[in-house]
């Protein structure tokens, strides 16, 4: 088979939430059209990986919430970490993926840990931007060791503080540690919550979908507590930096 060819994308900005944490949005110099849910493969210096996008397909350019795998384990991550503004990764022409959005259920239950939150915060900007569809409910979940983990916090508050149809309730796992000191939010690990959010929600397997995204662990315990009670199940298995 004749080799891909690669185009390239230029970062434009960057956020750092925290040593291992951060955001960057890219410039393709193609098209990039993509659907809400699906990854985009960005490379440097020959090693190439799958990155779940933030943004919806509307926006104009490629946000990406990464974290760093440190050495021996981390390849690409730790190439990443070094560039900033101005410079280039390569993009491969198409987007991949089936974790999207599937509109025959009513309620949403995403559950994620960490960078986990990508497809989600995707799914529901587009829904918000398109505007007039209705009848779909989104329920959020996002679990982090640490307050600071949780990047798009501030965003989904204000999605579910504007719009009906969003919910969203972030979790730490660490409540007791330093670094959580002042919150007030839920506390625990995020996959534990599943029947608790089940029931506050009122949520039916008849027309709720689970989906879960992020820490391999955490989607096998969700994909357990949803065959449990019969709901429909889909996930987001991130690769490891070493595959």
């Known amino acids: 088979m004749p ?3 690669l185009a390239q994308a230029t970062i434009v900005e960057r956020r750092d939430l925290t040593p291992d944490l951060w955001i960057i949005k890219l410039k393709a110099d193609i098209p ?4 809400a849910g699906q990854y985009c493969t960005i490379g440097a210096e020959g090693v190439e990986r799958p990155y779940s996008i933030v943004s919806a397909p509307e926006e104009p350019l490629i946000e990406l919430f990464i974290e760093l795998v440190r050495p021996p384990d981390g390849v690409l991550t730790p190439i990443l970490h070094k560039l900033g503004p101005g410079s280039t990764v390569t993009l491969r022409p198409k987007p ?6 599937d509109e025959q259920y009513h309620n949403h239950l995403m559950m994620a840990t960490v960078t986990g939150v990508c497809p989600y915060v995707s799914i529901a900007r587009q829904y918000l931007l398109k505007g007039g569809r209705q009848g779909h409910r989104f329920f959020i979940l996002v679990g982090g060791s640490y307050q600071d983990e949780l990047a798009y916090r501030e965003e989904l508050q204000e999605m579910a503080r504007k719009h009906d149809c969003i919910n969203y309730v972030p979790t730490v796992s660490r409540p007791q540690d330093p670094h959580n000191a002042g919150w007030k939010g839920e506390t625990g690990r995020v996959n534990t919550l599943v029947e608790k959010y089940i029931e506050k929600f009122h949520l039916r397997a008849e027309d709720t979908i689970i989906y879960a995204c992020g820490n391999p662990g955490m989607i096998d315990d969700v994909r357990e507590r949803a065959r449990k009670v019969d709901f429909p199940f889909k996930e987001e298995r991130f690769w490891k930096e070493e595959e």
């Open 3 to 5: 080799a891909v060819k």
């Open 32 to 35: 990039f059209p993509f659907k």
């Open 96 to 101: 991949k993926g089936i974790f999207t959005l």
